[in-house]
């Protein structure tokens, strides 16, 4: 068995099994914001949380216990991957093919890291074909990554506090047409080295197109400690991961997320997520 297909077993066997919620269940009213204390970083807690009302946001909407659950088995899985002798704060999230569940995952990895770890975690959309994480927030930002690549802003203009624990959102600010050349660029990697020095043990997720269609995954895992790879069950071929994650070869692949499961656990009941 191959070093990819271990990979894949391995995080079957441990990864998501997340109930379904039916579409359109959820509607919850925001929670009290949390009373600032001093100091800078303090203040992240000062803001009311975003009205998110997505029903797969499990992690703010709290509907689904069991849900919630296997995303704190998530982040536990990353905290202890990314604790070493040196701290590795920034991963990718990406996927083979699209629809996989990669901005859903990503979403609420940065929200259960924000509420059970108590650090600062930036998730940072840089899907600058499809960009979604503000649209899953429910939030119509006027300026984000595209505009701090192309000067027309800058990084603290364009940071969302989302209430959520210390959750922070660098949302995409808009599509463009050249992304490659855009996340390619020595000013993007200026953005992430500022963004991952700011404050050392601060987490920066980055959401990103998949990888089979498109080269943004790639070029910016060599720019972060890691890459967090979703397959959704039913979605890409088998060979099709194996390549990808061979596209990805050069990174430190974290692990390998199992989204949308049908597997049957021991109690017989089904799950899926
Ligand atoms: N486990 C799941 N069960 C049911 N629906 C899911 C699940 N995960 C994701 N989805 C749904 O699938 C769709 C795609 O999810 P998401 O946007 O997270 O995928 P993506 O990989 O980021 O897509 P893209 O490649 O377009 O960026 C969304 O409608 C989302 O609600
Ligand atoms: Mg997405």
Do not use: W
């Amino acid at each position: 068995m191959s070093r990819i297909e271990k990979a894949i077993e391995k995080a079957t066997e441990k990864a998501s099994k997340l109930r379904e919620i039916p579409a359109g269940q959820v509607s919850h009213a925001p929670a009290k914001p949390k009373v600032s204390r001093a100091g800078q970083r303090d203040r992240l807690l000062d803001v009311d949380p975003l009205p998110i009302d997505n029903p797969f946001l499990v992690a703010f909407n709290k509907d689904d216990v069991g849900a919630y659950e296997e995303y704190k088995k998530l982040k536990s899985l990353v905290v202890r991957m990314t604790r070493g002798d040196k701290f590795q704060n920034s991963f990718v999230v990406t996927s083979t093919v699209g629809s996989e569940g990669k901005s859903i995952t990503a979403l609420n990895l940065a929200m259960t890291l924000a509420q059970e770890y108590d650090h600062t975690v930036l998730l940072v959309d840089a899907d600058l074909r499809k960009p979604s994480v503000h649209k899953y927030l429910g939030i119509e930002p006027k300026v984000g990554l595209v505009q701090c690549l192309n000067g027309e802003a800058n990084l603290n203009d364009a940071l969302i506090k989302t209430g959520i624990g210390k959750l922070v959102v660098l949302p995409a600010g808009g599509v463009v047409s050249n992304p490659v050349e855009q996340l390619s660029s020595d000013r993007m990697k200026n953005i992430i080295t500022e963004l991952k020095t700011r404050y050392p043990d601060r987490y920066v997720i980055v959401d990103t197109p998949p990888v089979l269609p498109f080269a943004e995954a790639q070029v910016l895992s060599s720019v972060v400690d890691g890459v967090l790879f979703v397959v959704r069950e039913g979605s890409a071929k088998v060979g099709d991961v194996k390549e990808a994650l061979g596209n990805l070869k050069d990174a430190n692949l974290l692990g390998v997320v199992y989204n949308d499961s049908h597997i049957r656990p021991k109690g017989g009941k089904y799950y899926y997520y």
